[in-house]
């Protein structure tokens, strides 16, 4: 049987936190096989990423190492902290890419007039000088690729994470600039914090709209109402759902333009109800007349 390259995903929950792990063990799925006959090796590569996403303020700083021992480059809206002396070319490579990131997800979300990140409120980048003394100093598995505290505006991961450039950090940033923008305690639906992140990744939406395309003319599309209701503990098909999810915001941005989807975040952030903001926002009946015009973009 080929194994699928789309990885198992776990959570886990107690008292003091809340963390997503995307696990990069692979397990076999013949549901699978539709990504290798789509030929979207890329996207289920992509999705094999190890991130945690810590919402606790305690759990963030249980795991914080005083600055003074870290020498440090800052840029705009970006701080790096790291400790290897060989890895300044390194630094200057995030700092650049990270600020080119900012740039793209605030322009795309429409969010580029509300200046993030600036002066003491700069984003925080710990580079680990070893995958060793990262999973030493963080407490996380040997799986784990990065952590992002989302209150603190803090990644963490180490020097020459695989996919970290091009995948983790820009998926990252944007989790932690919506929310910034939201709020940190707005509950929402998983396809939607998800999906804006997914979008962001660099040079990925082409695959996730491809994929999503293709999924919508096949029996296994989840329709929004059930996309809805999916959660962190009971995703199953993280490939479909990462596709779509990234669809509904490309939908979303390109069939109602930036501003509107800059409205309907305004309005998630004031009235802490996303459906109901939707509905305002768009004008939609419903999930599901919101569904039929998904599909419809989809399908085009």
């Known amino acids: 049987m080929r194994r699928s390259l789309i990885p198992e995903c776990f959570y ?25 006959m789509l030929k979207c090796r890329a996207i289920a590569i992509v999705l094999a990423m190890t991130i945690f996403i810590l919402y606790s303020s305690t759990a963030a700083n249980a795991a914080t190492l005083e600055e003074s021992f870290w020498d440090s480059k800052q840029s705009t809206h970006f701080t790096v902290y790291y400790k290897s002396t060989e890895s300044n070319d390194y630094v ?25 990140w600036t002066w003491e409120k700069a984003c925080k980048i710990y580079l680990y000088a070893t995958a060793k003394e990262y999973y030493d100093s963080t407490g996380q598995p040997e799986w784990s690729g990065a952590t992002a505290y989302l209150k603190e505006r803090t990644i963490r991961t180490f020097i020459r994470r ?30 939607l914090d998800e999906g804006v992140s ?23 599309f989840i329709p929004l109402p059930k996309l809805t209701r999916i959660v962190r503990e009971g995703l199953v098909m993280p490939g479909v759902f990462y596709a779509e999810s990234a669809s509904v915001i490309e939908f979303l941005l390109q069939k109602y333009g930036r501003e509107k989807f800059v409205d309907y975040c305004r309005r998630l952030r004031d ?12 004008k939609f009946k419903d999930l599901s007349e919101m569904n039929d015009k998904w599909l419809e973009f989809l399908l085009q």
Do not use: C
């Open 271 to 282: 009235n802490k109800n996303w459906e109901l903001s939707l509905k305002e926002a768009y």
């Open 12 to 36: 886990r929950e107690s008292k003091q936190d809340k963390i997503l792990v995307i696990d990069s063990r692979f397990r076999g799925n013949d549901i699978f096989d539709l990504f290798f």
């Open 162 to 191: 695989e996919m970290f450039l091009d995948t983790i950090l820009p998926h990252e940033m944007a989790h932690l600039i919506f929310r910034e923008f939201v709020g940190y305690k707005v509950p929402l639906p998983l396809w």
């Open 92 to 116: 200057n490579e995030v700092l650049r890419y990270a600020e080119k990131y900012y740039d793209n997800i605030t322009e795309e979300l429409g969010f580029r007039r509300f200046d993030f």
């Open 198 to 220: 997914s979008l962001m990744e660099n040079n990925k939406r082409k695959e996730y709209l491809f994929l999503a395309k293709s999924l919508a003319k096949s029996q296994i």
